[in-house]
């Protein structure tokens, strides 16, 4: 099957935007704005044709020891246009976030940092599709220096490639690698290093509404953090996550809707507690 050469433009790309940090530009406390299972599901590089969509994802984790339960709920937008460039077809997309975070009693809910996709473009060359965009994380959490926050008040921007290949006899291989730069923290000074991600499926088709697979992640720190004469910086973090993911597309008031779930088991973990992720996902248009 050949490529497309735009594509292999592309790809190069992000290989250079992935590998470029404008300065020693991820874990202040152990912290990341990657989250296991925001990115990987069946059809990961696959948009519709147009029109304006749903795409709602909430996610639920807690620690082995259930000290540090945390719930996330985005309900993104995403509107797929028919304007093409580089031969790929041109869209954007908003992802306002809300999270609660700690006991129920005392920990903390509210607005958490957004998820911004201002250019992305998504190309199909018979089996294989690619999905390609910069994605940005803003500081619109509530941030309080010290204080149990659901925000991190830094911004971090993330360089992504999604791709999905269609297997014959109804089997499909998706995988999308990111690469995030994150700004400093103005309130600590601190400034976090930067990150790899990869994410990936591996799903069967039952039917062409029904898809049973293995999803799973990579996330590893690649450059140390910085931070203020006197302030201990924290370890790379390092962790890997493996599990079951059901997905089924019903038609509701006759419109189809994508619903998945995705339980996510964390391992080889380090620089903070390792956990487990319940994931769902809903996708539907307007």
Same mark, same amino acid.
């Given at each position: 099957?050949?490529?497309?050469?735009?594509?292999?433009?592309?790809?190069?790309?992000?290989?250079?935007?992935?590998?470029?940090?404008?300065?020693?530009?991820?874990? +202040?406390n152990?912290?990341?704005?990657?989250?296991?299972?925001?990115?990987?599901?069946? =059809?990961?590089?696959?948009?519709?044709?147009?029109?304006?969509?749903?795409?709602?994802?909430?996610?639920a984790t807690?620690?082995?020891?259930?000290?540090?339960?945390?719930?996330?709920?985005?309900?993104?937008?995403?509107?797929?246009? +028919?304007?093409?460039?580089?031969?790929?077809?041109?869209?954007?997309?908003?992802?306002?976030?809300?999270?609660?975070?700690?006991d129920?009693?005392? =920990?903390?809910?509210?607005?958490?940092?957004?998820?911004?996709?201002?250019?992305?473009?998504?190309?199909?060359?018979?089996r294989l599709?690619?999905?390609?965009?910069?994605?940005i994380?803003?500081?619109?959490?509530?941030?309080?220096?010290?204080?149990?926050?659901?925000?991190?008040?830094?911004?971090?921007?993330?360089?992504?490639?999604?791709?999905?290949?269609?297997?014959?006899?109804?089997?499909?291989?998706?995988?999308?690698f990111?690469?995030?730069?994150?700004?400093?923290?103005?309130?600590?000074?601190?400034?976090?290093?930067d990150?790899?991600?990869?994410?990936?499926?591996?799903?069967?088709?039952?039917?062409?509404?029904?898809?049973?697979?293995?999803a799973?992640?990579?996330?590893?720190?690649t450059?140390?953090?910085?931070?203020?004469?006197?302030?201990?910086?924290?370890?790379?973090? +390092?962790?890997?996550?493996? =599990?079951?993911?059901?997905?089924?597309?019903?038609?509701l008031?006759?419109r +189809?809707?994508?619903?998945?779930r995705?339980w996510?088991?964390?391992?080889?973990?380090?620089?903070?507690?390792?956990?487990?992720?319940?994931?769902?996902?809903?996708?539907?248009?307007?």
């Amino acid at each position: 099957m050949p490529v497309d050469r735009r594509f292999l433009s592309v790809l190069c790309l992000w290989i250079g935007l992935a590998w470029y940090s404008p300065a020693d530009l991820a874990g +202040e406390n152990g912290g990341t704005n990657y989250l296991p299972g925001f990115y990987g599901d069946f =059809g990961m590089a696959v948009m519709p044709e147009r029109g304006t969509f749903l795409n709602n994802f909430m996610a639920a984790t807690v620690d082995r020891a259930g000290e540090y339960p945390a719930g996330f709920e985005m309900p993104g937008i995403l509107h797929v246009t +028919e304007q093409q460039l580089l031969g790929g077809r041109y869209l954007v997309g908003f992802y306002p976030a809300l999270a609660g975070l700690g006991d129920p009693k005392t =920990g903390r809910f509210g607005l958490a940092d957004s998820y911004l996709i201002p250019a992305a473009l998504n190309w199909r060359w018979g089996r294989l599709t690619a999905l390609a965009y910069e994605g940005i994380i803003a500081p619109t959490g509530r941030y309080r220096k010290g204080e149990l926050n659901a925000g991190r008040n830094l911004w971090t921007f993330d360089h992504i490639l999604s791709l999905t290949y269609a297997l014959p006899y109804q089997w499909e291989v998706s995988a999308t690698f990111g690469y995030m730069n994150n700004l400093r923290n103005p309130a600590t000074r601190y400034l976090s290093g930067d990150e790899f991600h990869f994410d990936y499926l591996v799903g069967y088709y039952l039917r062409p509404e029904v898809g049973l697979g293995i999803a799973g992640s990579w996330y590893r720190q690649t450059t140390a953090d910085r931070a203020p004469a006197g302030v201990e910086t924290a370890a790379l973090g +390092e962790a890997a996550t493996i =599990g079951p993911v059901l997905m089924v597309a019903p038609r509701l008031g006759g419109r +189809e809707v994508t619903l998945s779930r995705k339980w996510l088991h964390e391992f080889n973990v380090s620089g903070r507690p390792p956990g487990d992720y319940w994931v769902w996902r809903a996708f539907m248009a307007f």
